[in-house]
């Protein structure tokens, strides 16, 4: 399925189950074994509209994964690495949310040098330079992969399924 995301670019959503391979339509978020499920969406540049449009198209693909609540974290994380890359670059950015039997992986990439850092809890910027201190306590794992130009930052969350 492909929509069209008002102020950005398109947002994918494919599922690589064997159902979509014959033609049965769904995509359930990743909840069974062997199933994956991903989300693909283009950020235009500065383009702050993108961080609750990315918000739903994620919801959307999580409806049916992880325990309750997992899916809100997922959320609140992912806005802040796609909030991040909008604010501190003057790139486009790319998220791509992958739902599997392990987890889900969040990656945005932007085509800006430099690393993010996590500042300190006692910075005096008010509420700002905190979001990777979230990701960082709330993530199962997370990251940054350099590019040849740019970077990737991601992080993961376990099923919790038992």
């Known amino acids: 399925m492909k929509r069209q995301a008002r102020g950005s670019g398109s947002t994918v959503i494919a599922d690589t189950s ?18 994956t499920s991903q989300l693909r969406h283009r950020l235009g540049r500065a383009d702050l509209r993108a961080v609750p449009e990315t918000r739903r198209a994620l919801r959307e693909l999580l409806r049916h994964w992880g325990r309750p609540g997992q899916s809100d974290t997922a959320e609140l994380l992912t806005s802040e690495l796609v909030t991040n890359a909008l604010v501190h670059t003057d790139r486009d950015a790319l998220l791509t949310a992958t739902v599997g039997p392990d987890g889900l992986r969040v990656e945005v990439r932007d ?7 996590p500042r300190g809890r006692d910075t005096e910027e008010g509420t700002h330079g905190r979001g990777l201190l979230l990701v960082q ?3 199962d ?7 040849g130009i740019g970077k990737a930052v991601w992080f993961e969350l376990g099923a919790g399924l038992a």
């Open 18 to 35: 064997e159902r979509k391979r014959t033609g049965e339509a769904t995509a359930d978020g990743g909840g069974e074994r062997g199933h």
């Open 141 to 147: 794992a997370w990251g940054v992969r350099t590019h």
């Open 111 to 117: 085509f800006a040098a430099g690393r993010p850092r």
């Open 137 to 139: 306590s709330l993530a």
